[in-house]
């Protein structure tokens, strides 16, 4: 099994254009983090980030030039009249895809972040507040109640803090110091990588705040 942290994100080019498939591939490690987090109950959540990231790579194999960018799958779709390539939304599909994998992102990042910061709690152990207050600030305002009520159950299923340290460093093959140095460092490029995806949806103008 590939390690989660190592390669990460690449850096960001001066252009702030993120290259898709590198895009793609550092985000097809993501998932995997959810497994360590409390298996089955977070399934739905994973498989929407796993359905994302497939929509988006199905879009780029179809002209890997001219989708070599997420700038470009969100120029080419702003101007697509084509229906069947359209979401409920009104953005493309890969847009749409990208759009919601973002904050499922974002919301592993600031899971990652608060973990790092030991910020979340009075007891370190209780992980359930990390990832609650992770939710608070990425996905929860794009919920309705229902799936916020799904997503809430799952969050109060998280391992002790201890218990996913020793889950994940096994998984790095790495002791658990050195687990979250490697968080820390991987954590950098992710910041970033998310940060400008968010960028370039304020920037076209495509971001869509419904919920489901």
């Known amino acids: 099994m590939p390690c989660l942290f190592v390669p990460g994100f690449p850096?960001?080019?001066?252009?702030?254009?993120?290259?898709?498939?590198?895009f793609i591939e550092a985000c097809e490690k993501i998932p995997s983090i959810f497994d360590l987090l409390?298996?089955?109950?977070?399934?739905?959540?994973?498989n929407d980030v796993i359905g994302n990231i497939e929509k988006i790579k199905k879009r780029y194999l179809e002209n890997p030039v001219k989708f070599a960018t997420l700038d470009d799958i969100i120029e080419v779709e702003r101007h697509e009249t084509d229906k069947k390539l359209k979401a409920k939304d009104g953005n493309g599909l890969a847009t749409?895809?990208?759009?919601?994998?973002?904050?499922?992102?974002?919301?592993?990042?600031?899971?990652?972040?608060h973990l790092l910061k030991n910020d979340y709690d009075s007891n370190p152990e209780n992980l359930k507040?990390?990832?609650?207050?992770?939710?608070?600030?990425?996905?929860?305002?794009?919920?309705?109640?229902?799936?916020s009520q799904l997503v809430s159950a799952a969050t109060n299923a998280c391992p002790y803090r201890s218990d996913f340290l020793k889950a994940l460093a096994l998984r790095e093959g790495l002791n658990e110091e050195e687990t979250l140095e490697s968080a820390r460092v991987f954590s950098?490029?992710?910041?970033?990588?998310?940060?400008?995806?968010?960028e370039l949806f304020d920037k076209t103008g495509v971001e869509k705040f419904h919920k489901v």
């Not at 973002?102 to 600031?110: E, T, V, W």
């Not at 992710?190 to 968010?198: M, S």
């Open 11 to 22: 850096d960001i080019p001066e252009d702030k254009k993120i290259d898709t498939i590198k």
């Open 38 to 46: 409390g298996g089955k109950i977070f399934s739905p959540v994973k």
């Open 188 to 198: 950098i490029n992710f910041r970033a990588t998310v940060d400008t995806v968010y």
């Open 129 to 147: 507040s990390c990832a609650k207050l992770a939710y608070k600030g990425s996905l929860q305002e794009y919920h309705g109640f229902i799936v």
């Open 96 to 113: 749409n895809a990208l759009m919601w994998l973002k904050r499922g992102l974002k919301f592993i990042l600031l899971f990652l972040e």
